[in-house]
């Protein structure tokens, strides 16, 4: 696909002493994670294949990260119960979203999600960049309490069925 598997190997190419774990779904995409990790030599990083849904209830991943990355994932309310669930207490979910109105609809949309998944909205930083169009954010959710282990929800369920 022509999509980037943003914001990991970037980030690790500019902050090199972070341990990262990249989660793909489609075996191709990770395969060629895995290609470019090993190609460019970078340390500490690992490559998971496999769906939010359901890597998130083993329990070596739940509740394990300090910072959980989303780029256009999904809408909030879904995007969250992808990220929360692996995002240990006192950590956060940065996620990229569109600014303005549209981030607003998202937010009232999720303040059932955020209740429930134990997230609370932190701050959200304006992004300004060459060549950007249209108004972006990068949203910060802590994760004030843990998330019940029924979440994430079975696959296709977030998505069909936010909270």
Known sequence: GRRSRLPGLPLKLACPDIRLTLLESTGKKANFLRHVVETLGLPDVE???GRAEE???RQELRG????T???GLARLPTMLEYTLPF????GVV???KHGGERLEAELESAQRALQILGGSVRTIYPV???GLTDNRVVMVIEKVKATPGDYPRRTGVPGKQPL
């Not at 394990?64 to 910072?67: I, L, M, R, T």
């Not at 995002?87 to 006192?90: D, V």
């Open 87 to 90: 995002t240990r207490r006192g």
């Open 55 to 57: 890597l998130a209830h």
């Open 64 to 67: 394990d990260f300090d910072v």
């Open 69 to 71: 990355l989303a780029r």
């Open 128 to 130: 300004t960049a060459t």
């Open 94 to 96: 940065a996620a990229w």
């Open 47 to 49: 490559v998971l294949t």
